[in-house]
């Protein structure tokens, strides 16, 4: 299907049909507060995502995508968030599962992305070192041909959801001869393999996202590199520019606005609503404004998308301004709450803050602060601007 005006309002009320019958209400709660769902809840709404025919609606049809246009798929995403359904699988489904419909042998895509689709498999990103961020291309985790496989050695950092994956898609050093962009390749590694090992890096606020994982001699069958040898930095970017457009996170923003919109009308400014403040209320409509902004901004990528094969620099704009609209929302919950922000998730477990604080400030400080790490996340906003200066400025 792909969309006209006339059955969008249909499309619309299809999409809030299916949420109302299948998400659970905790689960819709959690989502509309910026609180992870678990595990299990999301595998239990992927599954039924699948059986729709919705669970990688980006994805070629053959693959289980559904073919709509890119207009079609922004209101699946907007509508989707509008209606409290929480993000699932984006290394699955918008990061891996694209790079192997375009770079994959038939061999992987038949291996791989079924299992990606299903969650079989749980990808995560092995793209980071100890010494290699804003400059990628100084990694040096190593990959040395031995017949059909590849002995890699290294280390990898800020592997978000590693402790939970089973698969990582790496970069890893193939030769040091010529540009170092020029000796890098992509390898798809099962993380059961032996000389694999672990540990967690905490948040500074003490939520475990992060990992180290450490190769010592792990053999990785030569078959499972995507695309020629020495060729992954070119790969490495196409999957950074899908990251940055998704890192533009206009869904999660547009879910903050409700939140924000939610409590204006609970918590008192000088003893009446924060709503009939005349302060707050230009500073909401500052926050929707730039919402919309990025909204049609983010439309205007996909077409661009569609139109080109890729948006190149632009995604760069979109991850630096999405960020901010985000962190700018949050800080808007967090200074309209004041001291009801300020409560840790612990405190909120033993239900003794219930009574005294509104439902809707759970986690308000706390996404506050998780916000800090997507502007640092696929390359920070710095290097953001600098490829902004660059490649879209001339200067
Ligand atoms: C929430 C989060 C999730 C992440 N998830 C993953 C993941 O799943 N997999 C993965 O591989 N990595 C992941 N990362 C790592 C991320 O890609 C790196 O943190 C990022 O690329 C920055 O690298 P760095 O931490 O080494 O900082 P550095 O590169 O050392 O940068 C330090 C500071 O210097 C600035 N800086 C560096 N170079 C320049 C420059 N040329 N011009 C101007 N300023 C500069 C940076 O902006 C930054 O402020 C994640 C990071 C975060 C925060």
Redesign the pocket.
């Known amino acids: 299907m792909n969309m006209h005006a006339g059955n969008e309002v249909a499309f619309r009320d299809e999409i809030a049909d299916f949420c109302k019958k299948n998400l659970d209400p905790e689960v819709r709660r959690l989502s509309d507060l910026g609180l992870p769902v678990g595990e299990a809840a999301l595998l239990e709404w992927q599954t039924k995502l699948v059986a729709r025919g919705w669970g990688a609606p980006s994805w070629e049809e053959k693959w289980g995508g559904s073919g709509w246009d890119m207009r079609t798929l922004f209101i699946f995403e907007e509508e989707m968030a509008a209606h409290g359904a929480p993000l699932v699988g984006t ?1 699955n489904i918008k990061m891996i599962g694209p790079i192997l419909q375009a770079h994959g042998t038939p061999e992987q895509q038949a291996h791989y992305l079924p299992k990606a689709l299903s969650f079989e498999h749980a990808w ?5 070192e ?7 291309a100084s990694l040096q985790t190593r990959a040395e041909r031995d017949g059909d496989d590849y002995i890699v050695n290294g280390t ?7 402790h939970l994956a089973n698969h990582m898609f790496c970069l890893v050093r193939t030769s040091r001869e010529g540009r170092r962009q020029a000796g890098i390749s992509f390898l798809l590694i099962d993380l059961e393999t032996p000389g694999i090992s672990q540990r967690p890096v905490h948040h500074f606020y003490g939520a475990h ?2 990992n180290q994982f450490f190769f010592d001699n792990v053999r990785v069958p030569v078959a499972n590199r995507v695309g020629k040898e020495n060729a992954g930095w070119d790969i490495a970017k196409s999957l950074l520019e899908h990251e940055r457009l998704f890192s533009a996170r206009h869904t999660e923003a547009r879910r903050k606005l409700g939140r924000l919109e939610r409590l204006s009308k609970d918590v008192r400014i000088h003893g009446r609503p924060a709503i009939e403040d005349p302060q707050f209320r230009d500073d909401l409509a500052k926050r929707k404004i730039e919402l919309r902004a990025l909204e049609n901004a983010t439309m205007r990528a996909l077409e661009r998308l569609v139109d080109d094969g890729g948006i190149g620099p632009f995604a760069s704009v979109l991850k630096l301004r999405g960020i901010e609209v985000n962190q700018r929302l949050d800080r808007a919950i967090v200074q309209l709450l004041g001291p009801d922000a300020l409560p840790a998730q612990a405190a909120w477990e033993d239900g003794a803050l219930n009574a005294f604080v509104p439902d809707e400030a759970r986690n308000a400080a706390e996404s506050r602060y ?1 916000w ?12 953001q ?2 490829i902004i200066t660059k490649h879209i400025l001339n200067l």
């Open positions: 290394f995560c990103q092995g793209y980071s100890p010494g290699a961020g804003s400059d990628l990898k950092i800020w592997t978000s959801g590693g996202v992060f998780w800090r790490g997507p502007a640092i996340a696929g390359g920070s906003q710095e290097v601007r600098s």
